[in-house]
């Protein structure tokens, strides 16, 4: 439209006249629990201790301002996280499907909008034993330490 | 049961013998868009340009190590929330039925796990005009500024 300003389907404005960092941003969920302009990614290339999980970024490094990020994983039948502890907090949505959290010794189940708080220091892994896929978005500090593995009898043989 | 600690629903283990601010927590998601734990807020008792919402703080300041707070609000038909700003960030995500946020001059659709990032600074309100209840998940930063009032012609008449 001439005289108009365009935007893309993601972009939405701004106040005008001003630089900054970040624009507003509409990510419109989709079929298959994926999002308009988020791609599709390896859930982690630094360690091996995890299988069949993909990753969305929602909100990450590329909102420079923001103070946090939110995740979008999903494991698929038989799937399973690092098992891991950090000194940042999780908290963890769940949206698709079901799965479960192993905190320490004991399994969670994450249901549909089950909200689940993990606490700085505490171990954990998230895995799929259903035969469904199970997504959640996890959410954390933009400013945060490098997970560490947690080595135990448990963890080496999977869940 | 004897010789085994007791937990309330809503408390998973963290590690034993640690003292800790936090604890490993979930809120279970319960019928009518409840959590069980959380307990149904006023929306704010600050401002009075407002009409029809409820709040559940499901991560907040109880979680003292939490770098950022994860609140459900929820708009009855024809409620709105308050026009205003701040410099912190939100991140929305639908949930519940469909609304809209109005950013500036453009209304933003927002369905069911779309997500919307609104930029520090930027002006904005939620309503909706629909027939069914739109509840979001709204997700700032632990340390924020107090949202300022925006003052439009359009803000003093609602939408």
Redesign the interface.
């Given at each position: 439209m001439p005289g108009k300003r365009q935007y893309s389907s993601c972009d939405?404005?701004?106040?005008p006249g001003?630089k900054?960092l970040?624009?507003?941003?509409?990510?419109?969920?989709q079929d298959g629990?994926r999002?308009k302009g988020v791609r599709v990614e390896k859930y982690r290339a630094d360690a091996h201790d995890w299988s069949d999980i993909i990753r969305q970024v929602?909100?990450g490094p590329e909102?420079k301002?923001?103070?946090?990020h939110?995740r979008y994983f999903e494991l698929s039948p038989g799937g399973f996280s690092s098992h891991e502890t950090h000194n940042?907090?999780h908290?963890v949505?769940?949206?698709r499907g079901k799965g479960r959290a192993r905190?320490?010794?004991?399994n969670?189940e994450i249901?549909?909008?089950?909200?689940?708080?993990?606490?700085?220091?505490?171990?954990h892994r998230f895995f799929n034993p259903y035969d469904e896929p199970f997504g959640f978005?996890c959410?954390v500090?933009a400013?945060r330490d490098r997970p560490r593995p947690v080595r135990t009898k448990k963890s080496k043989s999977g869940i």
């Amino acid at each position: 439209m001439p005289g108009k300003r365009q935007y893309s389907s993601c972009d939405v404005p701004a106040a005008p006249g001003r630089k900054t960092l970040d624009r507003n941003k509409m990510y419109p969920f989709q079929d298959g629990f994926r999002w308009k302009g988020v791609r599709v990614e390896k859930y982690r290339a630094d360690a091996h201790d995890w299988s069949d999980i993909i990753r969305q970024v929602l909100i990450g490094p590329e909102q420079k301002s923001a103070k946090f990020h939110v995740r979008y994983f999903e494991l698929s039948p038989g799937g399973f996280s690092s098992h891991e502890t950090h000194n940042h907090e999780h908290v963890v949505i769940g949206v698709r499907g079901k799965g479960r959290a192993r905190l320490r010794s004991r399994n969670i189940e994450i249901k549909f909008l089950d909200v689940l708080y993990v606490r700085p220091g505490s171990p954990h892994r998230f895995f799929n034993p259903y035969d469904e896929p199970f997504g959640f978005f996890c959410i954390v500090s933009a400013k945060r330490d490098r997970p560490r593995p947690v080595r135990t009898k448990k963890s080496k043989s999977g869940i």
